[in-house]
């Protein structure tokens, strides 16, 4: 069994002075997220794993998969906290 996020909300502006700006109709919030978050979110499609987008953010920084996984957590948790990702989707 793997896990699968899937994100929630919608780019109701694309890259502000403040980041990028997402709507969350369900709570009615508007969150902004930095480059870096927003790239997560995006790949919370619910058919990637965290480990997946972790080597994609690996890949597109530079930085170590090591690395990438700890931020992609951290992320990912932040972005379930506001509900802009749903618990993980669980995929056999």
Same mark, same amino acid.
């Given at each position: 069994?793997?896990?699968?996020?899937?994100?929630?909300?919608?780019?109701?502006?694309?890259?502000?002075?403040?980041?990028?700006?997402?709507?969350?109709?369900?709570? !009615?919030?508007?969150?902004?997220?930095?480059?870096? *978050?927003? &790239? +997560?979110? =995006? #790949?919370? !499609?619910?058919?990637?794993?965290?480990?997946?987008? *972790?080597? &994609? +953010?690996? =890949? #597109?920084?530079?930085?170590?998969?090591?690395?990438?996984?700890?931020?992609? &957590?951290?992320?990912?948790?932040?972005?379930?906290?506001?509900?802009?990702?749903?618990?993980?989707?669980?995929?056999?």
């Amino acid at each position: 069994m793997t896990m699968h996020p899937m994100r929630h909300g919608e780019v109701v502006q694309t890259e502000g002075s403040q980041g990028w700006t997402i709507y969350e109709p369900s709570t !009615d919030s508007l969150h902004v997220l930095n480059a870096s *978050a927003k &790239a +997560i979110w =995006e #790949l919370c !499609d619910g058919s990637t794993s965290p480990s997946e987008i *972790a080597l &994609a +953010i690996s =890949e #597109l920084t530079g930085v170590s998969v090591a690395e990438a996984k700890k931020d992609v &957590a951290a992320t990912l948790e932040s972005l379930r906290r506001i509900s802009l990702v749903s618990p993980d989707q669980t995929v056999q």
